[in-house]
């Protein structure tokens, strides 16, 4: 089965353009974006080594990703619906996290047949003006459904780290500006590595009244191959990652507050190298490397709290889209037709609360 007889919504694409917006490569682009082998030569010698070998090739990071690009990428399946989760808007400070909310807005969508269904912004609860940030959100767009702030952080050092702190969801600083979220009845996606599953469950545990998306399962840093220092390099030790990514999964899952999105599974981080081939995963490959992990999420979430999402673009790297959404059709189609549906279209809709008939 490699067709559906419904419409995906896929919760968790990522919008940018180094041109014209905010953006940490921006000037570089905008003065090299015509010549492509300098520019890449520049951004490899420039940047981090943990960032690149998080993100791959950087070719997908420094080209602008619209619309009409996701929906070339989708290929012949049909996406009825995104959610935009914020990109690292490079205006970062207090208020100038809004402009990604206000620019994501007036994009395009309908004229490639997709509707926008929902945007999580970003915004950190540590700022003293955070409700009022939030509130701006609000004002910016009908759509705004919530936030996530990343909480990233590995202990290898050369692994990139998206926080400034290794347990971001546990500090006091946080946990009081969160009750702003929770009160304002908004979601949070969190996304933090298999490392920090249990300052996660901390969080929910914290605010069981608020909806909590769990990004990316997790992401199991070195699961699929060596990244960092020493992260992943031995077959004993990915071993060890996915017991320990398995057995605080099913903790997480008993916080009934907490869903989860099988997305991000393709990220170099978790030890992929098929960019460095220059070449993308098969279908078969996907399936046989993720299905453990899928199995094992879908058995302690329940079909009514899994949401598949694309990533897209930051997966690019490692998988083409159409080849993404086949294998995890092959995945989710044992079972049911009715979960299926579920897992890759309703649970979404009803996450994020989209009203699909005004968008």
Request: proline share 6%; charged share 20%.
């Amino acid at each position: 089965m490699s067709q559906l007889n419904f419409a995906i919504v896929d919760p968790h694409i990522h919008q940018w353009d180094p041109y014209t917006t905010p953006h940490t490569a921006g000037r570089l682009v905008k003065l090299l974006g015509k010549h492509p082998k300098l520019m890449h030569a520049i951004i490899q010698a420039l940047k981090p080594k943990p960032l690149l070998e998080t993100v791959g090739h950087p070719e997908h990071i420094l080209k602008p990703y619209l619309p009409q690009d996701y929906k070339k990428d989708c290929g012949n399946y049909m996406v009825e619906a995104v959610a935009h989760i914020e990109a690292s808007w490079h205006h970062h400070k207090g208020f100038g996290v809004v402009e990604e909310t206000q620019w994501i807005k007036q994009l395009p969508f309908h004229t490639q047949q997709l509707k926008l269904g929902a945007i999580v912004a970003t915004a950190d609860p540590r700022d003293r003006k955070f409700k009022k940030i939030l509130e701006a959100h609000q004002q910016a767009s009908p759509l705004f459904r919530g936030i996530r702030k990343m909480a990233s952080w590995h202990p290898d050092a050369g692994i990139h780290r998206w926080c400034d702190q290794s347990n971001l969801y546990t500090q006091k600083s946080f946990l009081k500006g969160f009750e702003h979220l929770a009160d304002m009845q908004l979601s949070f996606d969190a996304w933090g590595y298999a490392n920090q599953i249990n300052d996660i469950k901390s969080l929910a545990q914290n605010f069981p009244n608020t909806p909590i998306m769990l990004d990316h399962l997790a992401t199991p840093v070195g699961l699929f191959g060596k990244v960092g220092k020493s992260t992943g390099y031995k077959p004993s030790q990915r071993k060890a990652i996915f017991q320990q990514w398995k057995d605080d999964i099913s903790h997480l899952a008993e916080q009934k507050n907490v869903h989860a999105k099988i997305s991000g599974l393709m990220m170099p981080v978790l030890g992929h190298g098929y960019f460095r081939a220059k070449r993308t995963a098969t279908v078969n490959e996907m399936v046989e490397l993720l299905s453990p992990m899928i199995e094992h999420a879908v058995a302690v979430f329940g079909t009514y709290r899994i949401v598949y999402a694309s990533n897209y673009p930051m997966d690019k790297p490692n998988a083409k889209l159409t080849d993404l959404i086949k294998a995890y059709i092959h995945m989710l189609s044992p079972y049911g037709a009715k979960n299926l549906q579920n897992m890759m279209r309703d649970n979404a809709i009803a996450f994020y609360k989209m009203d699909l008939k005004k968008t």
